[in-house]
C-alpha cells in the first residue's frame, strides 16, 4: 500500500510537472507581445486627400485611422455587434429622459501628436466641420445628422449634442469611422489643413506617404491608454489588384488585407499557407440592390416589380453563391439579424420573394405578369457594374432567376465611372439596374434612408416618390421606443419590399478576410471602414 | 547640327499642341464625372447643391473652350495644374512615380541591350546553324510572350518554391540597393526579355545584310581581323535601325507598362495611367499623355542625334 501511494504520489507528482510545463505555454500563447512591425494592405490605389470629414472612401480610414480617435467607436473586442459601442476620447455618456440632449465627458490626459492637449473644444471644432461645414468646406458625413441642432463645449471636458428630436440614429451616427477627431487651433486657422496633413490624438504618428506607395506610422509613445499599442509601426501598402495581394500574403510581405478576398482565394491561401492562415469571416454591411425604374414602363406597375423579386431564390442562392462570391446572407432593408429588423421567419412569411417555396413564388411572379400585360420573352436590360465580386456574379444570377419566369433579359456591364454616370442621370437611362448599399456602423434608421423619395435623397436612383414612406421613415427617426420602432420599421420594410416592392434586395454581402496567424488581437467586423485603429493589434512571434 | 537640333526642338511644339488637343476633348466626350465619383461612390448620399460646389471649384462648370484655355495657358507657363483627384500639383503626382517608371526603363533597356547585341550578332555569323536557330526560337519565344504573364510567372515560381515575393514597396536605390533591385529586376527582366526579342531580330537581320556588303569582303581580303571586322566594321553600320528600335521600345517603357506594374504593384507612370482614367481625373490625363507624348519626341530626338553621332554620312547632311 505504501507502494502504491507512493507510485500514485510520484504519478501525482509528475502529472504536475507535465502540466506546468505545458500550462504556462498555453496561458502565455495569447498573451500580447509588445513590438513588431506590421505591414497590411489596403486594396486602393491611394486616397483622394487625407480628410476623413470629406471623403467616402475606405482607402482613407485603412491607412490613416491609426493617426487618429473618436469620440465613440464600436467596440473592438465585439465589432460583430453592432449595438455595442466604446468610449474612444469620451470615458462615458448619457441622455436627457426623451434623449434630445446627450453629455459625452472626455477622457483628461489626451494629447494630440504634437503634445498639446485634446479638449472639448476640438471635439465640438471636428463636429461643427462635420454637421455644420462651413462655405467651401465639405462635409460627407452631413447627412447622417439631421437631428442635431447644436454641439456644445460647456467645460473643457464635456460636449453636449442638443437635438432637434430624440433618435435612435444618432449614438451609431457619432461612432461613424470617419469622424475624426481634429485640432480646433488648426481648423480656426485653415479648414483645409487635414486635406493634406495629419495631426491626431491616435495610438500611432505619422511617418511618411508616398502617394500612390503606402503610408506609415509609428507608435505613439504617449497614447491615453496605458499599455497601448502594442506594435512599434505599420506600413499600410497601396495594392489594388488581387493578384498582388495574393502574393503579397503569401510571400509574408503582407499580413493582412482588411477589405475582404472571395471564397475561392480564401481557400488558394488556406491551401498553401496551411496554419499560418487564419480566416475570420462575418456578415458584411453591404448590400446589391435590384433597381427598377419606376419611370420606365413597365416598371411603372408594382405587380412587375413584385414579379422580379417572387423570382429570386435568395436562400439558395445564399448556400450556392456563397461559394464563389462575397455574396451570403439573406436579409431586407435592415442588416440581417440586427435587433431592429426583420427575422429570417419574418422575412419568410410577410414579404414577397423570401418563401422558402421557390416554385409557388414563381408561380405567382409569372400570374403578376401575365395581368400587368408583360408578355412571355419580354425584353429586359439588366445594367450592371463591371466589377466581378459581387456585381458581376449576382448580375449573372438575377438574370438566371428571371429567366425562369420567362422573361429575356440581357447583362448590359459598364465600367465603374461610366456606370454611376448611368445611374444618376435620372433620365430614364436604364430600364433595371443594379445598385448597392455600403456603410460603415450599422445604422439601420440612416442605412434604409437609401429607399426614400428621390426628391429627399440624393443617392435612391429608382426614380420614384413615394410620400408614406417619408412619412414613415420620419417617425422612424422620432420613435425611441425599441418596441415601437421595431414595429414601423416592419411596416417600412414591408412597403419597400413587398406592397410597393420599390426595390429588390438581393443578397447581403460576406466579408472573408484571410490573414496570416501571427495577427492577433484583430476582430473582424461587418464592416471594412470599422475596427481600423489598431489599437489591440500585436504579433505574436514568428 | 545646332540648327537641326534646334529646328527639331521648335517642331516638337506643334506636335505636342495637337496631342493637347485630342487628349483633352477624347476625355470629355467619356460619360462619368470626378465629382461624383469621389463624393457619391461607396454609396454615399451627398447633396447636388455640394456636387455643384466642388465642380465649381475644380472648373468643371466652366465652358469646355475656357476650361481649355486655362490648361494651355498653364501650359505655357509650364503649370500642368493639380490633380483634380488628390489636389497635389501634377508635377509632383508624376514624379513620384517617374523615378520607378525611368529605372525600370533603364534596366530593362540595359538587359535588352545585353542580350540582343550579342545574340542578334551570333544568330547572324552562324546563320542557319542551330545556335541560330536556338536563338531565333528564344527570340521569338520573347515576342510572343506577354511580360505581365511572364511577370506572373515569375512571381508564382518565387511564391511556390521559396514562399518569397518580391518587395511591395519602392526603395531608392541610393537608399538600399538590395530592396530596390530585389523589386525592380523581375519586372525589368520580364519586360527586357520581350524588348531584347524585337531587338535581336532586328541586330540579326542588319548585321546579315551588312556583312555582305563590299566594304566587308574588302576588309576580309585585306586580312583583318574578324573580330575587328565585325565589331569596327559590321556592328556599328548595324546599329542604326536597332537604335531605332531600342530608342522607341525605351520611350514606350515610361507609361506603357500598365499590365506589367499591376501585376509587380509598382508605383509607376502606366499604374497612375489607369487609375486617372479610372477617376476621371482629366488633368492628370492631359499632364500624363503630354509628358508620355514629350518623352517620346525628345527620345526620338536623341536617336537622331545618336544617327548622326553613328554615321558621319548624316551629321554632314
Known amino acids: 500500500m505504501i507502494q502504491n501511494i507512493r507510485s500514485s504520489g510520484i504519478g501525482i507528482v509528475l502529472g504536475l510537472i507535465i502540466t506546468l510545463m505545458f500550462a504556462p505555454q498555453g496561458i502565455a500563447a495569447e498573451k500580447p507581445v509588445y513590438g513588431g512591425h506590421f505591414p497590411y494592405i489596403v486594396s486602393a490605389s491611394n486616397f483622394p486627400s487625407m480628410d476623413a470629414h470629406r471623403e467616402v472612401t ?123 477627431i481634429y485640432k480646433a487651433d488648426i481648423l480656426a486657422k485653415d479648414m483645409h489643413w487635414y486635406e493634406k496633413n495629419v495631426m491626431g490624438t491616435g495610438a500611432f504618428k505619422f511617418k511618411d506617404h508616398v502617394a500612390g506607395s503606402h503610408v506609415e506610422g ?34 509574408g510581405r503582407a499580413l493582412i488585407n482588411f477589405r475582404a478576398f472571395p471564397p475561392k482565394t480564401r481557400d488558394d491561401l488556406v491551401k498553401a499557407l496551411g496554419d499560418k492562415i487564419t480566416v475570420q469571416e462575418s456578415p458584411w454591411n453591404c448590400v446589391l440592390i435590384v433597381t427598377p425604374n419606376h419611370k420606365v414602363k413597365p416598371f411603372d406597375d408594382p405587380r412587375v416589380r413584385r414579379a422580379l423579386s417572387l423570382a429570386l431564390d435568395r436562400w439558395e442562392a445564399s448556400k450556392t453563391l456563397s461559394k464563389i462570391a462575397i ?60 466589377v466581378e465580386q459581387p456585381y458581376k456574379v449576382l448580375g449573372i444570377w438575377v438574370i438566371d432567376q428571371w429567366r425562369k419566369i420567362g422573361l429575356d433579359v440581357e447583362h448590359w456591364v459598364q465600367p465603374t465611372a461610366q456606370f454611376y454616370a448611368t445611374l444618376r442621370a435620372k433620365k430614364q437611362a436604364y430600364a433595371v439596374s443594379m445598385d448597392f448599399n455600403c456603410r460603415g456602423v450599422v445604422n439601420p434608421l440612416l442605412d434604409i434612408t437609401k429607399f426614400l ?54 443578397l447581403w454581402w460576406n466579408r472573408i478576410v484571410p490573414h496570416h496567424s501571427r495577427l492577433k488581437g484583430w476582430k473582424i467586423s461587418p464592416s471594412h471602414y470599422l475596427n481600423q485603429d489598431l489599437v489591440d493589434v500585436w504579433l505574436a512571434k514568428e | 547640327m545646332y540648327r ?13 499642341v495637337g496631342v493637347a488637343i485630342l487628349v483633352f476633348v477624347l476625355m470629355r466626350l467619356l460619360p462619368g464625372d470626378i465629382v461624383e465619383m469621389r463624393l457619391a461612390s461607396e454609396g454615399a448620399y451627398v447633396s447636388e447643391e455640394t456636387l455643384d460646389k466642388e465642380r465649381a ?27 483634380m483627384w488628390t489636389g497635389q500639383p501634377i508635377t509632383y503626382e508624376i514624379g513620384i512615380r517617374f523615378q520607378v517608371s525611368l529605372q525600370v526603363a533603364v534596366m530593362s533597356t540595359i538587359i535588352a541591350v545585353i542580350l540582343a547585341i550579342p545574340l542578334g550578332m551570333i544568330a547572324a555569323l552562324k546563320q542557319d546553324t542551330w545556335v541560330d536557330y536556338a536563338i531565333r526560337i528564344f527570340s521569338i519565344a520573347g515576342l510572343a510572350t506577354p511580360s505581365f504573364w511572364l511577370g506572373i510567372m515569375i512571381i508564382l515560381a518565387f511564391l511556390i518554391f521559396f514562399t518569397w515575393a518580391p518587395p511591395m514597396v519602392f526603395t531608392p536605390i541610393w537608399v538600399d540597393p538590395v530592396a530596390n533591385l530585389s523589386q525592380l529586376i523581375w519586372p525589368a527582366l520580364a519586360t527586357g526579355y520581350r524588348y531584347s526579342a524585337v531587338a535581336t531580330r532586328m541586330t540579326r537581320s542588319t548585321v546579315l545584310e551588312v556583312l555582305r556588303e563590299d566594304y566587308i569582303r574588302t576588309a576580309r581580303a585585306k586580312g583583318l581581323w574578324e573580330k575587328l571586322i565585325l565589331v569596327r566594321h559590321a556592328l556599328k553600320n548595324a546599329m542604326l535601325p536597332v537604335i531605332t528600335v531600342i530608342g522607341l521600345e525605351f520611350a514606350f517603357l515610361i507609361g506603357g507598362l500598365v499590365v506589367t506594374e499591376q501585376v509587380f504593384n509598382l ?51
Open chain 1, 58 to 180: 475606405f482607402a482613407v480610414v485603412q491607412p490613416l485611422a491609426p493617426f487618429y480617435s473618436l469620440l465613440i467607436k464600436v467596440n473592438p473586442e465585439n465589432p460583430s455587434d453592432p449595438t455595442d459601442f466604446v468610449g474612444d476620447l469620451a470615458e462615458s455618456w448619457s441622455a436627457n429622459k426623451d434623449e434630445t440632449v446627450w453629455t459625452f465627458k472626455l477622457r483628461k490626459n489626451v494629447k494630440f501628436h504634437d503634445g498639446s492637449l485634446m479638449t472639448s473644444k476640438d471635439v465640438k471644432a471636428s463636429f461643427d466641420k462635420v454637421i455644420f461645414p462651413p462655405e467651401g468646406v465639405i462635409s460627407s458625413w452631413k447627412g447622417y445628422f439631421p437631428m442635431v441642432e447644436a454641439v456644445e463645449a460647456p467645460d473643457d471636458f464635456t460636449v453636449v449634442f442638443k437635438l432637434k428630436f430624440g433618435t435612435k440614429a444618432f449614438i451609431p451616427a457619432v461612432a461613424t469611422p470617419y469622424l475624426w
Open chain 1, 218 to 251: 509609428v507608435k505613439n509613445p504617449d497614447y491615453f491608454i496605458k499599455g497601448r499599442p502594442y506594435l512599434d509601426s505599420f506600413r499600410a501598402i497601396f495594392i489594388n489588384k488581387q493578384a498582388p495581394q495574393v502574393a503579397a500574403i503569401r510571400g
Open chain 1, 327 to 386: 455574396a451570403k446572407p439573406v436579409g431586407g432593408c435592415v442588416f440581417p439579424h440586427h435587433p431592429l429588423g426583420l427575422t429570417d421567419e419574418e422575412l419568410q412569411q410577410n414579404i414577397a420573394g423570401y418563401s422558402l417555396d421557390i416554385e409557388a413564388s414563381r408561380k405567382e411572379a409569372r400570374r403578376l405578369l401575365k395581368e400587368a400585360g408583360v408578355p412571355e420573352g419580354f425584353k429586359i436590360k439588366f445594367h450592371n457594374r463591371g
Open chain 1, 453 to 506: 423619395s428621390d426628391d429627399i435623397v440624393g443617392n435612391q436612383y429608382a426614380e420614384y416618390q413615394d410620400r408614406v414612406l417619408d412619412e414613415l421613415h420620419g417617425k422612424i427617426m422620432k420613435e425611441i421606443d425599441p418596441v415601437k420602432l421595431k414595429k414601423l420599421l416592419f411596416q417600412f420594410e414591408k412597403r419597400v419590399l413587398d406592397e410597393e416592392a420599390h426595390q429588390l434586395i438581393t
Open chain 2, 4 to 16: 537641326y537640333i534646334i529646328r527639331r526642338i521648335l517642331l516638337m511644339i506643334p506636335t505636342l
Open chain 2, 57 to 83: 471649384r475644380l472648373g468643371l462648370d466652366k465652358p469646355i473652350w475656357q476650361q481649355f484655355v486655362n490648361w494651355m495657358w498653364g501650359i505655357c507657363r509650364l503649370d500642368l495644374g493639380e490633380s
Open chain 2, 267 to 317: 508605383n509607376g507612370i502606366g499604374k497612375l495611367f489607369v487609375d486617372a482614367v479610372g477617376n476621371k481625373d482629366y488633368t492628370l490625363v492631359q499632364g500624363l499623355v503630354l509628358m508620355v507624348a514629350f518623352v517620346f519626341t525628345i527620345t526620338n530626338l536623341v536617336v537622331d542625334i545618336l544617327y548622326a553621332w553613328l554615321d558621319p554620312r548624316i551629321r554632314y547632311q
